[in-house]
């Protein structure tokens, strides 16, 4: 059973325009997300996080929203850029027990953002 | 600074034949993590190094998977007797301190093929 749920696997936006990636979580337990960008042949880079005590982080272009009630969560980019075109995973952290520094992922929504 | 690095890059083997993968974290880091992508899937976990803690093996799918840090710094996954299903991309990622909401900087990755 996937934990975290990516449902779209590739979006395709024009560039300038807002790029919106979703995620959806099932377990509660989790109080930190991340998301995490990856170009071919490279392995993930961090994007951009939210603790659960927060329902917004922003960072430049880059702004993460998340739902508690919801359970979800997204990442909104605006203005895109050709070179945001990229695979962006979702994850979420435990941040108690034996969840401790783990990251959970989603499968990954493949963005391409066309000039 | 020289981020993590993973060797080889590819590796191509025959079905029963045992594989090592290495992983060199960032200098000064304490937690390395190990993470699997099988096609179409997340980053799946397999095992977690804190400093001198015993590992947390949760995440390894089957006894035929092992892994060993020497000197809280070079990790080895090892494989034996691989099947096709272990066909994946394996992917190290180190922390500072393995702490909870800390950044994991991941290695490019190997790309493993079993025919």
């Known amino acids: 059973d996937q934990q975290v749920k990516q449902n779209s696997p590739s979006l395709s936006v024009q560039e300038g325009r807002i790029s919106i990636l979703n995620c959806d979580y099932t377990n509660s337990m989790f109080d930190y997300f991340l998301w995490y960008k990856k170009y071919p042949a490279e392995g993930p880079t961090f994007l951009i996080s939210?603790?659960?005590?927060?329902d917004k982080n922003e960072d430049g272009r880059f702004t993460v929203f998340l739902n508690k009630s919801a359970k979800h969560l997204s990442l909104h980019i605006v203005p895109s850029q050709p070179g945001d075109s990229a695979v962006y995973f979702c994850a979420q952290e435990g941040t108690g027990g034996t969840s401790y520094g783990k990251l959970t992922f989603g499968q990954g929504t493949i963005l391409t953002v066309h000039p | 600074g020289a981020g993590v690095s993973q060797s080889p890059s590819n590796k191509v083997t025959e079905k029963g034949k045992d594989v090592e993968l290495r992983c060199d974290p960032i200098s000064g880091h304490t937690a390395l993590y190990w993470y699997r992508q099988s096609l179409g899937q997340g980053l799946e976990f397999l095992i977690y190094f804190q400093g001198n803690s015993a590992p947390d093996k949760s995440g390894l799918p089957s006894d035929r998977f092992s892994a060993e840090r020497t000197g809280g710094s070079v990790s080895t996954l090892t494989i034996q007797r691989t099947q096709q299903e272990d066909s994946a991309v394996y992917l190290c990622a180190s922390s500072l301190n393995g702490g909870g909401q800390e950044t994991q900087y991941f290695g490019p990755g190997t790309r493993l093929l079993v025919l």
């Open positions: 939210i603790s659960s005590i927060k």
